[in-house]
């Protein structure tokens, strides 16, 4: 079983710092993804000099919309950084003009990347809130066909969810996303910008977040699935405190 962190590049040291952070967890967290994020200047691939590669994968996330397939640029950044794992992709609509747009689906841009480095992991993400069960694993699958073979969720937040998807990528190596939501506001957030429809014994609370995030721990080791953390506003210390990683 494996266990992934995702770090913000918001800034250098708030980036640092949770790398630091990271590494009091000992062994068991063996991968770092970090998210490409419009409005923040570091970009996700930048910091992987940061990153100590004997001890952790590194993987940068890429926005399909931030690419075109013409220039190969995403081919020259892999090149320099000597990546072995992408996360590849859709990119949100564009906020404002900071950066260009191009419309490039990241179904293409799996398969050119694929094809020009066939030894390189490719990752791609899945989103159980977005669609019907049955047409986003119809999704999964045409990922899987341009030639991506791990997928990251979006955070769960029922059990009855894993269980669902667990039957539906049996074989398919697949990390649950866990993010501990601590206020009604980001509660609303969810609800109203990723469409999460939260199960009715959900609270906006630690507790609650620490006894869930172990139930999913236990079921993910049990089907075969690994761990996504994405902590996003908690007490690090609070939080992982109390997560069983053994």
Same mark, same amino acid.
């Given at each position: 079983?494996?266990?992934s ?5 918001r ?34 691939w930048?910091t ?38 992408? *996360? ?19 179904l ?13 992991t490719?990752?791609a ?5 977005r ?24 955070p ?21 996303? *866990?993010?501990?939501?601590?206020? *009604?506001?980001?509660m ?11 199960p ?5 609370? *630690? ?39 053994e």
């Amino acid at each position: 079983m494996k266990f992934s962190f995702e770090i913000v590049p918001r800034t250098h040291q708030a980036f640092d710092e949770q790398y630091s952070f990271v590494s009091t967890l000992g062994d068991s967290i063996s991968m770092i993804n970090v998210p490409d994020i419009q409005r923040f200047d570091i970009r996700s691939w930048e910091t992987g000099k940061k990153i100590d590669r004997n001890k952790h994968q590194f993987v940068p996330h890429f926005r399909a919309t931030d690419f075109s397939l013409e220039s190969g640029d995403i081919f020259k950044i892999i090149e320099e950084n000597e990546l072995d794992h992408v *996360l590849l992709v859709s990119g949100d609509p564009p906020e404002g003009i900071k950066r260009g747009f191009h419309n490039t689906s990241v179904l293409d841009l799996i398969r050119v990347v694929k094809q020009r480095f066939p030894g390189i992991t490719i990752h791609a993400g899945f989103d159980s809130h977005r669609n019907g069960i049955q047409d986003e694993c119809v999704y999964v699958q045409r990922k899987i066909d341009a030639g991506a073979s791990s997928f990251f969720s979006q955070p769960f937040y029922d059990l009855r969810m894993i269980e669902i998807y667990a039957e539906h990528m049996q074989g398919v190596e697949t990390f649950i996303g *866990l993010s501990p939501i601590m206020t *009604l506001s980001s509660m609303n957030y969810w609800e109203v910008k990723n469409k999460v429809k939260f199960p009715a014994a959900f609270k906006p609370e *630690l507790e609650w977040n620490i006894d869930f995030s172990n139930k999913a721990i236990a079921m993910a080791r049990d089907i075969g699935f690994n761990i996504y953390f994405m902590p996003i506003k908690i007490n690090l210390e609070d939080f992982f405190g109390k997560i069983n990683l053994e």
